[in-house]
């Protein structure tokens, strides 16, 4: 029999159709590519990447945050809109030209992901993708046995994380959320003084998001030339095109699809994936989820941007930790408040900002304490000590190399990811729902776990081709 390669035994397992059914699914087996393990600057030893999205995120984090070491090369990038994609060719090369003096590699560009996925020679992409559009990317990849960074947040959907997650861990592919405040040194330090008990005994958790605004321009408008739109729509319903909708045509501001409901959840998901993380992560709940959730939320009832705007949730925990959400404010800032027996910290990105336009936390510190002894405490060698990682995108390439899990891997993305869709649909139905976090249904509730997936228009669907 010939040696069973990392890639033949992809090829393999997938065309036999590897379990992908809706259930949870943890491991993985961990397979050496041999290409990236004799050391990592040589051409033939680095890692090649292909980047699918090239928009605001993928410019002003990912793409810079992968091209400062060299141990890898970006060699292609995919965009559906040809204006887009365009530049970002030139912004690698640009920016390989700043760091080497030249650009060593020639930088291929697609309109559809699929053509990039097929190319041998890519080891890893960088998916950057509106979210409708994170969780089918992330399986394709999986099955072509590509190492995935994905931005958060995980899916649309609960149904559609959970077989983003089973596709990742059934190939055993690296997988990286981009929920970069677990590499962020006061996070995974707060989490660690929580859970060795530094405030007492964990009571609550106040989690404080930014808002969005209402508004938005419905006014139909002719379709960009360059621009496959239709694709762009995806698995969503097809409805007339507008600048509002989809993102700027010129520059790369805030984009419009953030602010729609056909699109994504809002805020609860575009920085509730990041905090209710952390919340996650300080209980030790990063596998579960809540037991109970109740939500209620302001949403516009004119113009085009549908999202939640002001709103509350609460959550209980089997632990009997309360943990809620509001939209954060002037007395009570961006950030992540836990609350214990014997004391109380708070912690927040402080003036970080991962793109231009996200908002910054004015406190004086992103880490502080009822008391200061709490911060200054440090933690004692056989205390709990959480993985610890300085720089999120290093992470995610040494992963690579390694074949160990990196810091964010599916199924605790796919699980912080549902917390907060888990609250949407509590906004939405503006009720009490009971959660059952191991079978991931609500308990005798059929509207609600009606909302746990979405129709998808052909040919778009997830499990299509599985």
Same mark, same amino acid.
């Given at each position: 029999m010939a040696p069973l390669t990392r890639r033949s035994f992809l090829k393999t397992s997938l065309a036999a159709g590897t379990g992908l059914a809706i259930a949870p699914s943890i491991s993985a087996p961990i397979f050496a590519r041999s290409s990236v393990l004799k050391g990592p600057s040589a051409p033939s030893?680095?890692?090649?990447? $292909?980047?699918? $999205? /090239? $928009?605001?995120?993928?410019r002003d984090h990912d793409m810079p945050g992968v091209m #400062?070491?060299?141990?890898?090369?970006?060699? &292609?990038?995919?965009? =559906?809109?040809?204006h887009r994609v365009q530049e970002a060719k030139q912004y690698v090369e640009a920016g390989y030209k700043k760091r080497f003096g030249k650009c060593d590699v020639d930088i291929a560009t697609?309109?559809?992901?699929?053509?990039?996925? &097929?190319?041998?020679?890519?080891?890893?992409?960088?998916?950057? /993708?509106?979210?409708?559009?994170?969780?089918k990317p992330a399986v394709d990849a999986a099955r072509a046995g590509k190492d995935i960074y994905l931005e958060k947040p995980t899916s649309l959907t609960i149904q559609e994380g959970r077989i983003m997650s089973n596709a990742v861990n059934a190939t055993g592919v690296i997988f990286q959320l981009g929920t970069q405040q677990r590499s962020s040194e006061q996070f995974r330090y707060a989490c660690e003084l929580v859970r060795n008990g530094r405030i007492g005994e964990l009571k609550t958790i106040d989690v404080r998001l930014p808002g969005d605004p209402s508004g938005g321009n419905p006014e139909p408008m002719p379709v960009p030339d360059g621009f496959?739109?239709? #694709?762009? =729509? $995806?698995? /969503?319903?097809?409805?007339?095109? /507008?600048?509002?909708?989809?993102?700027?045509? #010129?520059g790369y501001g805030r984009p419009g699809w953030l602010r729609c409901q056909q699109f994504g &959840?809002?805020?609860i998901t575009g920085w509730g994936n990041h905090h209710f993380d952390i919340a996650q992560w300080a209980m030790g709940t990063e596998y579960s989820g809540p037991v109970e959730i109740y939500g209620e939320a302001q949403f516009a009832d004119n113009g085009l941007w549908d999202v939640h705007g002001a709103y509350a949730t609460e959550m209980k925990y089997a632990n009997g930790v309360v943990v809620t959400g509001t939209t954060d404010s002037k007395e009570k800032p961006n950030g992540l408040l836990f609350t214990g027996t014997e004391g109380w910290i708070f912690v927040s990105r402080g003036n970080y900002q991962a793109s231009a336009n996200d908002p910054v936390t004015n406190t004086a510190s992103p880490l502080k304490a009822s008391n200061p002894k709490i911060i200054t405490s440090g933690l004692k060698e056989d205390e709990i000590h959480l993985y610890m990682s300085n720089d999120h995108h290093r992470n995610w390439l040494d992963s690579i190399r390694s074949r160990m899990p990196a810091i964010s891997p599916a199924e605790v993305g796919h699980r912080s990811c549902s917390v907060c869709l888990l609250q949407h649909i509590a906004m939405i139905l503006n009720r009490r729902l009971y959660w059952d976090p191991v079978m991931e249904r609500f308990k005798n509730d059929d509207e609600a776990n009606a909302m746990l997936s979405r129709p998808m228009r052909f040919p778009y669907s997830i499990d299509r081709g599985l």
């Open positions: 030893n680095r890692i090649n990447i $292909g980047v699918i $999205g /090239t $928009g605001r995120i993928a #400062k070491y060299d141990d890898n090369r970006i060699i &292609a990038v995919c965009d =559906l809109d040809a697609y309109e559809h992901y699929e053509e990039l996925l &097929a190319r041998p020679d890519i080891d890893a992409v960088i998916i950057c /993708t509106p979210d409708h559009w994170h969780a496959n739109y239709e #694709k762009w =729509l $995806g698995s /969503t319903p097809y409805v007339p095109y /507008t600048v509002d909708r989809v993102h700027p045509q #010129k &959840a809002g805020m």
